[in-house]
């Protein structure tokens, strides 16, 4: 079987069934919805039990309500600077939305008021803290939504994917107010700048594009440490990704467990917005990978040529293959 054969052929598992599941109780349908959330072939990391709780009563209140389930999935929005796909989505973004289809396909054939799945994009602060032009983020963002329409013609249509920049809850003047209070404050809290461990160094190393004034300074990452733990704690952002009517959706888990870890592919917990889609042939078929900067290094790599009808972007033209 060909990638092309491959991809075409797990996208085409994603229609609709028309499936016909009889309930006897709203709570069966809960606990059959629940099920299907929880389920330990996605999830990557296991639940705490404050969070199944918070994932039951949401379930339970959008089914009385007769209102979509929402899931809220914070991200970049842009797509790693060191990478040669950037600025636009690539196999990475479309395994992982293909991924989480496949997840929640069996919700919305039974539950008509489907799925809202939200990507919430920080990339309103992409450009200061990592050197990311806005035209890439922009273009980032037309790539993501042109992807998100391909797939519709594959899920079932309660499905719906959508991407929230974080940016549109606030006016240009507030949102800098905010950001810079948040600095304040932490300045304050910290005594000063924070105190990054080597783990930390290296993250910050890998994602900002440093440009050469800025690293004169000796304390360049510390500073956009400063800034990134600011940012996560502007007063619109959490609220939103954290509101008590949606599940939060991570591909790890997080300091306060508080979110379901279902990873980006079967096999990959690595983030699509700062990886790449590969395959690698298992056998006569395939497996979806996303590989870090530092997975890409270790692998020896191929490109095939490849076409899938609809499908459009520089990064879809060819598929790299995992030898």
């Not at 914070?74 to 997840?103: H, I, S």
């Not at 948040?182 to 900002?208: A, Q, T, W, Y």
């Not at 690595?270 to 870090?292: C, M, P, Q, R, T």
Request: net charge positive.
């Amino acid at each position: 079987m060909s990638p092309k054969k491959y991809i075409e052929y797990k996208l085409n598992e994603l229609k609709p069934t028309n499936k016909v599941e009889n309930f006897s109780s709203k709570k069966e349908l809960s606990d059959y919805i629940c099920k299907a959330i929880m389920s330990k072939k996605f999830r990557k990391f296991s639940l705490i039990p404050e969070y199944i709780e918070h994932i039951k009563r949401v379930v339970n209140e959008s089914i009385e309500s007769d209102l979509p389930i929402k899931f809220s999935f914070p991200f970049g929005g842009y797509k790693l600077w060191r990478l040669e796909e950037t600025p636009e989505v690539d196999w990475a973004e479309l395994f992982t939305f293909m991924y989480y289809a496949k997840w929640l396909k069996p919700i919305a054939e039974v539950y008509k008021p489907g799925i809202i799945f939200d990507f919430a994009s920080d990339d309103v602060v992409i450009e200061r803290m990592n050197n990311i032009p806005k035209k890439d983020t922009e273009e980032y963002k037309r790539s993501f939504e042109d992807l998100v329409k391909f797939l519709e013609k594959y899920i079932p249509e309660n499905i719906k994917f959508t991407f929230t920049p974080i940016s549109s809850f606030y006016t240009p003047e507030e949102f800098e107010k905010d950001l810079a209070d948040k600095i304040e404050k932490n300045k304050i809290e910290l005594g000063g700048l924070p105190v990054l461990s080597d783990k930390e160094k290296r993250m910050v190393e890998l994602n900002v594009k440093l440009n050469p004034e800025q690293g004169k300074d000796p304390l360049w990452k510390e500073k956009i440490e400063l800034l990134h733990r600011s940012y996560y704690a502007v007063d619109k952002r959490r609220p939103y990704n954290r509101a008590k009517d949606k599940i939060l959706v991570f591909p790890t888990s997080v300091k306060d467990g508080k979110v379901i870890a279902v990873g980006t592919t079967k096999t990959s917990v690595a983030k699509f917005w700062v990886g790449i889609g590969v395959l690698e042939k298992n056998d006569n078929k395939y497996i979806e990978y996303i590989l870090s900067p530092s997975q890409i290094n270790k692998n020896e790599i191929i490109t095939e040529d490849i076409h899938i009808d609809g499908l459009s972007g520089k990064n879809f033209n060819s598929i790299k293959i995992i030898k």
